[in-house]
């Protein structure tokens, strides 16, 4: 599905044609995937993270090993072993060859959050806000409160990660149950962790499944409201409409799905300089049909109400669809 709405400037869509083609050689690609890397961790430093040592603690648990063995029961405990993974979802991102599948990816993903959010509002060449992950979600938070007619009892986060969308959800909607879906064990792995060290602070507790969020094998009917959060760029157009109907199934009928992502539109995007485009785009596979997702039709097709479209950040939107 591509949109008639199209953002690109032809003169961007010519270039973004040009990276693509320049990445399909493997060196090239590798080349950039790395630069990609290097980018990542020397901006980490710019907003006071030490990018390794934050995995290391992570990985250890605080303890002098390597990797805790605790990590692996963790993993056992948190992991469906007759999930089958999405073909798509079996490939490079961020730089990993294993994608999102991997210790790697798992304990680096928060303060690759952190990074890549630091510079949201201040533009790529000022120092970093170290709150720019939290903003980027208040905000986005902050929208829905605006929009939703009542404060939704019943929450799911599809794709919520190491639980970083799902923990911000509670924060915003401290009388509401969150439940999280997520594909990445690893990452549900880190989720699970950081849910019991919240609910030892006295903290409510997240449901946790591990699920494909176009079938998550959850009920029909059983939620107010799914929050799809940052996980769009990284689908092809098929996945997406899935996950779209998959969240219609299970809202009650009124209730609304909202996701936040990149906005195409931005002219963060429409002016992005071709090596930084070139970067972005070796590590996220399926931005290009991210980009050219008409995600109002999205929405119809799947059944919804015509979304809502609101920029909230110099780089972002929030698209909320009532069933
Ligand atoms: C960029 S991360 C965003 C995570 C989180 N929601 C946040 O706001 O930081 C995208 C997440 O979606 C997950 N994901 C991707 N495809 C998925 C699918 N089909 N079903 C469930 N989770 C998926 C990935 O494993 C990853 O954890």
């Known amino acids: 599905m591509t949109s008639s709405a199209t953002p690109a400037s032809s003169q961007t869509r010519l270039a973004s044609r040009v990276v693509s083609g320049i990445l399909n050689i493997k060196p090239v690609f590798n080349v950039a995937k790395g630069r990609a890397r290097r ?3 020397q901006r980490a430093s710019g907003i006071g993270l030490d990018w390794h040592e934050e995995a290391r603690k992570l990985r250890s648990r605080e303890t002098e090993a390597a990797l805790a063995p605790e990590w692996e029961q963790t ?12 073909d798509y979802y079996l490939k490079p991102f961020h730089a990993y060859e294993q994608g999102n599948l991997g210790w790697d990816p798992a304990m680096e993903v928060e303060v690759a959050s952190q990074t890549v959010h630091a510079q949201i509002w201040t533009g790529r060449d000022a120092p970093g806000d170290p ?11 902050d929208v829905l409160k ?47 962790y950081r849910n019991q060290q919240r609910v030892a602070q006295g903290l409510p507790n997240i449901e946790l499944h591990h699920g494909v ?49 990149m906005n ?6 429409r002016k992005m300089p071709p090596v ?19 995600v109002s039709r999205a929405f119809e097709l799947a059944g919804f109400e015509t979304p809502t479209i609101t920029p909230h950040t110099p780089r972002h939107r929030v698209v909320v669809g009532r069933k």
């Open 276 to 294: 930084i485009l070139t970067l972005l785009k070796s590590t996220e596979p399926y931005i290009d049909q991210y980009f050219s997702l008409d």
């Open 39 to 41: 980018m990542m961790v």
């Open 131 to 141: 709150q720019g992950d939290a903003r980027l979600r208040k905000s986005y938070h």
């Open 213 to 261: 969020g176009e079938a998550t094998g959850l009920p029909d009917e059983s939620f107010d409201h799914v929050s799809i959060c940052l996980v769009f760029h990284e689908l092809p157009q098929s996945a997406t409409m899935a996950m779209l109907k998959e969240a219609r199934r299970l809202l009650k009928p009124g209730g609304r799905c909202s996701f936040m992502d």
């Open 75 to 86: 993993l056992a405990e948190v992991t469906d072993p007759n999930l089958v993974f999405p």
């Open 264 to 269: 195409p539109q931005a002219e963060a995007y």
């Open 146 to 192: 605006a929009q939703l007619p009542e404060t939704p009892q019943r929450i799911l986060d599809i794709g919520c990660s190491t639980g970083l969308s799902s923990f911000a959800l509670q924060e915003a909607f401290p009388e509401a149950q969150i439940s999280g879906v997520e594909l990445s064990p690893n990452f549900l792995a880190i989720a699970h």
